[in-house]
């Protein structure tokens, strides 16, 4: 039986719908759009396309009807608390998130977990099959809706479906770990275009393929066959995502937010170097090891409080879940101790803060920052380097980047490292600290210039020209 069919020609699905519920100070409660790349990048597509998104409110609990906010249609999914706990903090953020992150963290394999998370995708299938047009093109987000793919094939094989993921696809090797492996692959299967954030995450795709099902593929393209002796050709490749370089740079060319770029130098002590990370609280940023190498160069004396500070935004995120209160307090402890021993009354060694912030202090911490520390063990993408490329139109400022983070493919001009490598990293942030004004300009304009190139208009374009032409086959 085939759900009833929608009127939407385009339908984007992801965990979390783009709006937040907020109340008035009245008390009327209303949704407002919560910022986002993805969010930028699609609203034109939509709005060209008569668009829906379909995901979940945030909300456990809670039933709401369709509803427009901001000029969009948005579908709700509803979740139970329960849902909440097995589908997405336990399956979603404790099982597949380090397992995608090369195990930093041991994964949890729960056989509810994953019966909770087969439930979940064939509601978000429904719902997407219940929204789209005769023909509509839909495109399925992140790791929380692997299954949606197949599942939405099933229900309604006239659509046309993307999938993008927005984390790694890790190794065979690492991938072969999950009892459910050949469920995950196959739902992912049901799409006709793949995207991936790098080429190696695709490669890494491609050799779960060959090893679980054996079906003929050369790179982009998959076999699949369709249960009636021919095949379907699936497309999998590496569309890298990026950021809305405009608003950023929009932002950071505002006379307020330069002021406080300065206002923050100036009660950090005036410091010779700001050195700045940025992050969620999440163990695959490497925060640990950025403050390791930190502490290193205070305790060796090559740095010295006064001279050169640290900020470290750790925005609270995944706070039910175990692994993160434990990183959490290792955190918390690292810091307090390195300030123990570096900090004095006017000058703390770290400036710690756990917190979210407004868009616009984000940007002032950006202008503000001479050096900027993006460290992960492993990240799809990670906006944040990208984000501090488009915010520097005064092209200077230093981009410390991880090579394991996606976003090193294309940002040859950062100093790359291993953050493995406490010794390689201290080495980088001592040749950031002294790295002449003409070699910053040089590399920051490079590294501007590639950002320029792909923003994320560029990228939602690419992956649905795709699409579009598989579509048309
Ligand atoms: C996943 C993948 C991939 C952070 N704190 C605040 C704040 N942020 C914003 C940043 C940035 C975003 O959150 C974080 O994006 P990242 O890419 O760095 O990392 P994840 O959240 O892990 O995202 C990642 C991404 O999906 C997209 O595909 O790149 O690899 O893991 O935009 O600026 N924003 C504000 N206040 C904060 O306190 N306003």
Redesign the pocket.
């Known amino acids: 039986m085939s759900p009833s069919t929608g009127r939407f020609d385009f339908v984007v699905v992801s965990n979390r719908l783009p709006v937040d519920r907020v109340i008035d100070p009245d008390g009327s409660a209303r949704w407002q759009r919560s910022?986002g790349?993805l969010v930028t990048a699609l609203e034109p597509v939509m709005r060209a396309a008569d668009g829906a998104w379909v995901g979940w409110p945030g909300k456990a609990d809670v039933e709401v009807e369709p509803f427009e906010a901001d000029d969009m249609h948005l579908v709700p999914v509803a979740l139970s608390a329960g849902e909440v706990e097995r589908y997405y903090e336990g399956f979603s953020n404790d099982t597949l998130w380090p397992l995608y992150h090369d195990v930093i963290s041991p994964p949890a394999y729960h056989r509810e977990w994953w019966e909770s998370y087969r439930a979940v995708n064939e509601r978000f299938a429904r719902a997407s099959a219940e929204a789209a047009a005769p023909n509509a093109t839909v495109w399925v987000q992140d790791y929380q809706l692997q299954l949606v793919p197949s599942m939405l094939r099933a229900l309604r094989p006239d659509l046309t479906i993307g999938f993008f993921n927005?984390?790694p696809f890790p190794p065979y090797g690492i991938f072969s770990q999950l009892p459910w492996r050949r469920a995950i692959v196959e739902g992912l299967l049901g799409a006709d275009v793949i995207g991936f954030q790098r080429a190696s995450d695709a490669a890494n795709f491609f050799s779960a393929v060959r090893r679980l099902f054996g079906y003929g593929m050369r790179s982009p393209e998959v076999r699949v066959p369709d249960g009636q002796g021919g095949h379907r050709t699936v497309i999998a490749k590496a569309f890298p995502?990026s950021i809305d370089v405009e608003s950023f740079e929009e932002i950071a060319r505002r006379p307020e937010v330069i002021a406080r770029a300065a206002q923050i130098r100036h009660d950090l002590g005036d410091p010779g170097t700001i050195m700045l990370g940025?992050d969620?609280l999440?163990y695959t940023k490497g925060i640990g090891h950025r403050l390791k190498a930190f502490g290193e160069l205070l305790r060796d004396g090559s740095a010295r409080t006064g001279e050169v500070a640290l900020v470290q935004?750790a925005?609270p995120s995944r706070e039910r879940v175990e692994a993160y209160m434990q990183l959490r307090d290792e955190i918390e402890l690292t810091v307090g101790r390195l300030n123990g021993d570096y900090s004095t009354i006017s000058h703390p060694a770290i400036s710690y803060l756990h917190?979210?912030?407004?868009?616009e202090e984000?940007v002032a911490l950006y202008l503000a920052a001479d050096v900027m520390l993006v460290t992960a063990l492993r990240?799809?993408?990670?906006?944040?380097a990208k984000?501090y490329v488009a915010c520097r139109h005064d092209e200077d400022g230093v981009l410390i980047l991880s090579e394991f983070a996606?976003a090193a493919d294309e940002l040859k001009n950062a100093l790359l490292v291993n953050p493995h490598d406490i010794e390689g990293l201290k080495e980088a942030m001592l040749r950031a600290i002294a790295m002449p004004k003409r070699e910053r300009s040089t590399r920051m304009r490079a590294l501007r210039r590639r950002v320029r190139e792909n923003d994320v208009a560029r990228w939602s374009q690419s992956f649905l020209d795709t699409l579009r032409h598989v579509g048309s086959r």
């Open positions: 910022p790349g927005h984390i995502i940025v969620r999440d935004v925005s917190h979210g912030y407004p868009r984000m990240d799809g993408m990670n906006l944040v984000e996606g």
